[in-house]
T-cell receptor
Framework: DAKTTQPNSMESNEEEPVHLPCNHS???????IHWYRQLPSQGPEYVIH???SNVNNRMASLAIAEDRKSSTLILHRATLRDAAVYYC????????????FGQGTELSVKP | TAGITQAPTSQILAAGRSMTLRCTQD?????MYWYRQDLGLGLRLIHY???????GKGEVPDGYSVSRANTDDFPLTLASAVPSQTSVYFC????????????FGAGSRLTVL
């Protein structure tokens, strides 16, 4: 399975944008890029996913490099409630939900 | 609110005893999963079920069994608990209608002494 590399931790100030990077240099052509986050004492929750094009939803934006070897999750205005561990995961198209979670990036947001 | 219900929320169990963690979903998702989460090891897949009547092994299946008698329920059983099974257990289901995203439950914290 292709692996992802994320920084262990990042800090942000409230109401500022946050760019969370993810490297996935061994990504295959059919791997989807998924992002989940896990708030303290909760289960992970889906944030966004994409294949080749940049994606936007109500929670975040996903910017995917042209060679697909890296991606960036963008939170446009961080709030205190965005403090969580963010996981970047590659999902092969034929592997259903057997997601392989890495260590993720722990995001702290300062008021 | 639709979603996944896990029970119990927390349990302390003596080593050697059996335990079943319950998971119920009301979203009619075909696929369901059990993960365990340990400090420094992230989330690891224990067992999964692509549809009612079928199950499969994940990364760390030893010491656990599952059954999938119907679409809604996916219990995880520890036949003879050991301290290394102390963990937080998350059940999830997958919406296969498009985005193939997982919905997770709130987790069950199990301590085996």
């Amino acid at each position: 399975d292709a692996k992802t590399t994320q920084p262990n931790s990042m800090e942000s100030n409230e109401e500022e944008p946050v760019h969370l990077p993810c490297n996935h240099s061994t990504i295959s052509g059919t791997d989807y890029i998924h992002w989940y986050r896990q708030l303290p004492s909760q289960g992970p929750e889906y944030v966004i996913h994409g294949l080749t094009s940049n994606v936007n939803n109500r929670m975040a934006s996903l910017a995917i490099a042209e060679d697909r070897k890296s991606s960036t999750l963008i939170l446009h205005r961080a709030t205190l409630r965005d403090a969580a561990v963010y996981y970047c995961i590659l999902r092969p198209y034929n592997q259903g939900g057997k997601l392989i979670f890495g260590q993720g990036t722990e995001l702290s947001v300062k008021p | 609110t639709a979603g996944i219900t896990q029970a119990p929320t927390s349990q302390i169990l003596a080593a050697g005893r059996s335990m079943t963690l319950r998971c119920t979903q009301d979203m009619r998702h075909n696929a369901m999963y059990w993960y365990r989460q340990d400090l420094g090891l992230g989330l690891r897949l224990i067992h999964y079920s692509n549809t009612a009547g079928t199950t499969g092994k994940g990364e760390v299946p030893d010491g656990y069994s599952v059954s999938r008698a119907n679409t809604d329920d996916f219990p995880l059983t520890l036949a003879s608990a050991v301290p290394s099974q102390t963990s937080v257990y998350f059940c999830a289901s997958r919406d296969s209608s498009g985005a193939n995203v997982l919905t997770f439950g709130a987790g069950s914290r199990l301590t085996v002494l």
